[in-house]
């Protein structure tokens, strides 16, 4: 391996080695110059400032220094560097090498698997001791802490080398803050971690409340400042002259009497009253004062805080599948209470009473030297969530669930602030606090009841989901292996947007659902499969396994709907096996590749569109306005667009429902349904069936007129006996999600075609329904004189229609209008036709496919 790294003192020499790392580099420098970010300085820090002995060295691949020269050798607290060399999913190989005789040494990292990666070798046959360990960074990003403890001429050293792990999908700096933010606002204090391999700076958060954690992370940064602020508390503790009373016998009392009780004691004797007792006030200097019962009760109150976690945390240490924690770690906790213990058994504190609480503001609290210390630390370690700032470390989750959860976060901002829902039930905040004093999710045996639920003006709900459990019960079950998508958006339309007369009989509602699942990762090497034109070094894909994932979940899930009596919609068919049908209308992931999205296409559209699987690059936006309007393009660019585009498509945003006239009126929701229907990945069949919507689909138009056709053209229509009729392409338009429209041509079952009326003069009748055997599309030219009554050498497409032998209608329907052809078409169902007698209150479907 290349040495990356190389520290040389008096003591030890410590290196730092890994392959190469200038693929990652350059991935990470172009990172940063897309996203228009600067380069922030990068540098290990050294705590406690070393002695070197020589100028610290790095290569990249062996090849060439890197390193900027140190100032001075004698003092190094910090190693700059010129570029980055540390980074996440990266194994690094790390080592000190003693140069004196040292008798042991360790690394006391908090992490138990960071520890046990590291052995130490005695020296022995002219070989120096040596520290030696493997470090795999995984998804942890932030500062990686190398704690050293070794012995050298019987005292106990420390040495404290650290270095920060980049990411290079994102901007460490820029992205993970926005996610903290969106984070914190949904699940407070869900994100941090008691043991991981890095640290971060804690940021603030509103959340109040006692949280051990980052108590425990304050603390450890206090501690210091705390114990020195005591110690100067027992070397001089407050004292103040407090009364005392004292019931003295007469020939006791001393000095000069107060007149009122000279008067007494006087009386008394004359009395012969001898042993009787007087109460006399004093005043003595005494250290029984609020302010060092205040003092008593911050330092009893974390030794017992120190103490409950010790003892919590090596009871939930103890099982070998849960041994998080290294040792070192347990006993620094120990050792923390150790000069807390001191202080309490000072003798001045055993005079000291309960605190009862402060009944003014105490000038001793605020100013003397020591108390003044103690009393702003206890502040910031009681109210720890509103001043933390970057003064404390503290371990995150893996930035891989960072950034699945704020995926599913950005989901539900779009749906509340682009869609146009409401949310009515946040049944997903809702977490438990494990063992480690880690917030994680509740599990639930439903994960959809756990789910954020919205509705919305038009009355579509939806239901966002992080992480359901689908298994082999439920209405949507996966028959095999339980399957746990990240993220589940469920969108149902309400009944009345696609029930009318004629659909009394169904009950069912409509219902869509698509599937998300977070990859923080970023396909970085080409298999012999792919396509030789795509280009990975300049443009971001999602790797091949997560596609894969997506086609997994689409085919695992399945939808169970009981069949139904016609009789009677709510009772179900006993004994009858329920309907089974698949419920997944699209499966996507969402990776943190980086793109201008308002003016680039999504390299997955064309798949997403086909076949309703793909992928969705995700990352924040920064010094973006927000804009619903996405045709206006604002400055910067936009880490979320193709997805909310999509979700508008699919969903829409919240329409303003307009009231039509008559039955032909159409619910915009209703509309929206048939979109999702017709779209070219809802209709892939099986081989060799159909995929449609509405079983007995019927276009209805009126015959074209008699002059220049053959006679027999339209005679054959009046006699049942005509096999053929066509019709421009262009009569039925392609649809906003820019789908065509042969998928409802292709539905059509039947032809409603009408024929001048003997009765209602000026207007046609529909006495027949064609089946349709087949349709296909021709140019005009092709389509002969037999099958449309006259030849056209045209070019434009038209739809040919082959028929069957009509069916007559028991009631005709009349008033089909004579002029303008466009007005004669409509597209409804045989049920929706057999239920009127007048054109004008046939009701359409698919009404935005007609011109």
């Known amino acids: ?158 040495q404290h080398i650290a270095f920060e792990v980049l990411p290079t999908k994102m901007a460490l700096h820029q992205d993970l803050p926005a996610m903290y933010q969106a984070i914190d606002k949904v699940y407070p204090l869900w994100r941090f971690s008691l043991v991981e391999k890095t640290e971060q700076d804690a940021a603030t958060s509103q959340q109040r409340g006692h949280f051990p954690l980052m108590w425990l992370a304050n603390f450890a940064a206090l501690k210091e400042r705390f114990e020195q602020g005591l110690k100067v508390i027992c070397a001089a503790p407050h004292r103040r002259l407090q009364p005392t009373v004292a019931n003295i016998k007469a020939a006791k009392l001393k000095g000069r009497l107060p007149h009122k009780l000279a008067e007494q004691v006087k009386q008394d004797f004359t009395n012969g009253q001898y042993d009787k007792r007087y109460a006399v006030e004093k005043k003595q200097l005494s250290v029984d004062t609020p302010e060092n019962r205040f003092i ?22 103890q099982a070998p599948e849960r041994q998080r924690l290294s040792d070192s770690f347990l006993n620094e906790l120990h050792s923390w209470q150790q000069p807390l213990q001191k202080v309490l058994d000072q003798s001045f504190l055993k005079e000291v009473g309960a605190h009862t609480g402060l009944n003014r503001e105490s000038l001793v609290l605020q100013q003397k030297t020591g108390y003044s210390t103690v009393y702003r630390i206890w502040q910031e370690l009681k109210f720890y969530l509103e001043v933390f700032g970057n003064q404390s470390s503290i371990s995150m989750k893996s930035v ?7 995926c599913f976060l950005c989901l539900k901002q779009i749906l509340e602030q682009d869609l146009g829902f409401e949310l009515v039930e946040n049944g997903a905040a809702e977490l438990k606090q494990n063992d480690f004093f880690e917030y994680s999710f509740k599990f639930k045996e439903d994960g959809m009841c756990g789910a954020f639920h919205f509705k919305r003006a038009d009355g579509v709900t939806a239901r966002l989901a992080h992480e ?28 009345s947007a ?26 970085t090497e080409k298999s012999r499969f792919d396509d030789s034109n795509e280009d990975i070094e300049s443009t971001d894909y999602v790797p091949d396994d997560a596609i894969n994932q997506m086609h997994r979940y689409r085919d695992a899930l399945i939808r169970l709907s009981e069949p139904r009596l016609l009789d009677s919609p709510s009772s179900s068919i006993v004994g009858q096996p329920a309907k089974k049908s698949r419920p997944v209308f699209g499966a996507f992931a969402l990776y943190p590749g980086f793109f201008d999205q308002s003016i680039t296409p999504n390299p997955y559209a064309a798949a997403i569109e086909e076949v309703g699987i793909g992928a969705f690059a995700l990352l924040p936006s920064p010094n973006e306005p927000r804009q619903t309007d996405l045709s206006q393009t604002g400055s910067g660019y936009s880490g979320h667009q193709w997805l909310l585009e999509f979700l508008q498509a699919q969903i829409g945003t919240a329409p303003n429902i307009q009231t039509g006239q008559g039955n032909e009126a159409m619910s915009p929701v209703a509309g929206m349904a048939e979109r999702l229907y017709v779209q070219e990945a809802a209709r892939i069949p099986y081989y060799g069936m159909r995929q449609v919507l509405y079983p007995d689909l019927i276009l209805t138009a009126a015959l074209g007129p008699q002059k220049g056709r053959d006679p027999s053209y339209l005679e054959n229509f009046e006699s049942g006996l005509a096999l053929w009729y066509h019709i421009k392409v262009r009569t039925i338009k392609q649809l906003e999600n820019k789908i065509g429209s042969y998928h409802i041509a292709d539905e059509i079952r039947y032809l409603a075609l009408a024929t001048p009326s003997t009765q209602h003069v000026g207007t046609k009748t529909i006495t027949k329904v064609w089946p349709v055997k087949q349709v296909e599309i021709l140019p005009r030219s092709s389509i002969t004189a037999d099958q449309a009554g006259r030849a056209d050498d045209s070019s434009e497409l038209y739809y040919l229609f082959q028929l069957g032998r009509p069916l007559t209608l028991q009631n005709p329907v009349t008033h089909v209008p004579l002029r303008n052809f466009s007005h004669s078409m409509k597209l409804t169902t045989l049920t929706r036709l057999e239920s009127v007698t007048k054109f004008a209150e046939v009701e359409k479907v698919y009404e935005e496919a007609m011109v």
């Open 1 to 158: 391996m290349p040495e990356l790294l190389r520290l040389k003192t008096d003591e030890f020499l410590f290196t730092i080695k890994a392959a190469s790392v200038e693929s990652r580099s350059r991935t990470l420098s172009k990172t940063l110059l897309t996203r228009r970010c600067t380069n922030s300085n990068v540098f290990v820090r050294v705590a406690p400032a070393i002695k070197l002995s020589e100028q610290p060295r790095g290569f990249v691949d062996g090849s060439c220094s890197f390193l900027n020269a140190v100032e001075d050798l004698n003092h190094t607290d910090q190693v700059n560097l010129d570029f980055p060399i540390f980074f996440e999913n990266t194994l690094y190989q790390v080592e000190w090498i003693f140069l004196k005789k040292v008798q042991w040494a360790s690394l006391n990292h908090r992490s138990r698997t960071v520890c046990d990666a590291f052995i130490f070798t005695p020296s022995e046959d002219d070989l120096s001791a040596r520290l030696t360990g493997t470090i795999n960074t995984g998804n942890d990003v932030g500062w990686l802490r190398l704690p050293l403890t070794f012995e050298l001429n019987g005292k106990t050293q420390t």
């Open 296 to 317: 008593k009760m911050a330092v009893s109150k974390s030794k017992r805080q120190l103490a409950e976690f010790e003892q919590k945390l090596r009871q939930s240490n």
């Open 400 to 406: 891989a669930e960072i950034y699945e959860v704020w």
């Open 468 to 495: 359901p459990i689908f298994n082999k019960t439920g209405k949507i079950r996966s028959y095999l292996v339980n399957q746990k998508p990240d993220i589940v958006l469920e969108v149902t339309l309400p009944k």
């Open 498 to 523: 696609h029930l009318t007369k004629a659909d009394s009989g169904s009950s069912e509602e409509k219902q869509f659902i698509w599937l998300f699942d977070a990859k923080y990762r970023i396909k």
